[in-house]
């Protein structure tokens, strides 16, 4: 016997009953319905004859086409150009502009326009008005060259100026402000002790 008749026969296919088992139906191709012309565009199309074709183009129209004349600019418009109808000045344009606005916020006096609090490196200004007097503003000139005066003082301008005359070292500068610091320590605590002491000596003490 050959080694095929040998070997045990081929069992059948494992089959789902579950699938496969039902034939789909064919889909029925769906037949075109008919349009119906329409009537309108029909009777449109039947009566209303084609637009007439463009006249021929002329000779003369052609040859001034290929040929423009050199007179004519190639751009109608040229900044540069000085032939124009009136004169742009942009500068007038801009301080009309400006003045117009000024005149709107109704503030032509210097007086009259927002303070603004400049710090020392700024700048300091006093302003000499009668009226609404502030921390800004005096009522005369003499005072106001007062009030300029503890101004400066108070921020020490003086100091300042002298000290920056030359270069100071970082060691030096460090060991300076160490000891003012120092120093203003010490008085404020010197005025305080002796404020304290003429309090109890008037309790008695």
Same mark, same amino acid.
């Given at each position: 016997?050959?080694?095929?008749?040998?070997?045990?026969? @081929?069992?059948?296919?494992?089959?789902?009953?579950?699938?496969?088992?039902i034939?789909?139906?064919?889909?029925?191709?769906?037949?075109?319905?008919?349009? @119906?012309?329409?009537v309108?565009?029909?009777?449109?199309t039947?009566?209303?004859?084609?637009?007439?074709?463009p006249?021929? @183009?002329?000779?003369?129209d052609?040859?001034?086409?290929?040929?423009?004349?050199t007179?004519?600019?190639?751009h109608p418009?040229?900044?540069?150009?000085?032939?124009?109808p009136?004169?742009?000045?942009?500068?007038?344009?801009?301080?009309?502009?400006?003045a117009?606005?000024?005149?709107?916020?109704?503030?032509?006096?210097?007086?009259?326009?927002?303070?603004v609090?400049?710090?020392?490196?700024?700048?300091?200004?006093?302003?000499?008005?009668?009226?609404q007097?502030?921390?800004?503003?005096?009522?005369?000139?003499?005072?106001?060259l007062?009030?300029?005066?503890?101004?400066? @003082?108070?921020?020490?301008?003086?100091?300042?100026?002298?000290?920056q005359?030359?270069?100071?070292?970082?060691g030096?500068?460090?060991?300076?402000?160490a000891?003012?610091?120092?120093?203003?320590?010490?008085?404020?605590?010197?005025c305080?002790a002796?404020?304290?002491?003429?309090?109890?000596?008037?309790?008695g003490?």
């Amino acid at each position: 016997m050959n080694l095929a008749d040998r070997r045990a026969p @081929k069992p059948a296919p494992r089959v789902n009953p579950l699938i496969g088992g039902i034939q789909p139906k064919p889909q029925e191709t769906a037949a075109p319905t008919p349009t @119906k012309p329409d009537v309108q565009s029909t009777a449109t199309t039947m009566t209303t004859p084609p637009p007439p074709p463009p006249p021929p @183009k002329s000779a003369s129209d052609v040859v001034a086409k290929s040929s423009p004349s050199t007179d004519a600019p190639a751009h109608p418009y040229s900044a540069t150009s000085k032939a124009l109808p009136f004169e742009l000045d942009v500068t007038s344009i801009l301080s009309t502009k400006a003045a117009d606005y000024g005149r709107s916020l109704q503030q032509e006096d210097p007086l009259t326009r927002p303070r603004v609090r400049a710090a020392a490196t700024t700048g300091r200004t006093i302003f000499v008005r009668a009226a609404q007097p502030g921390p800004n503003s005096a009522p005369t000139v003499r005072s106001a060259l007062a009030m300029l005066g503890r101004l400066v @003082k108070h921020q020490h301008i003086k100091t300042k100026y002298h000290s920056q005359k030359a270069h100071e070292r970082p060691g030096l500068k460090r060991k300076r402000l160490a000891s003012e610091r120092w120093r203003s320590r010490f008085r404020d605590g010197f005025c305080a002790a002796y404020a304290r002491v003429h309090e109890l000596r008037k309790q008695g003490w």
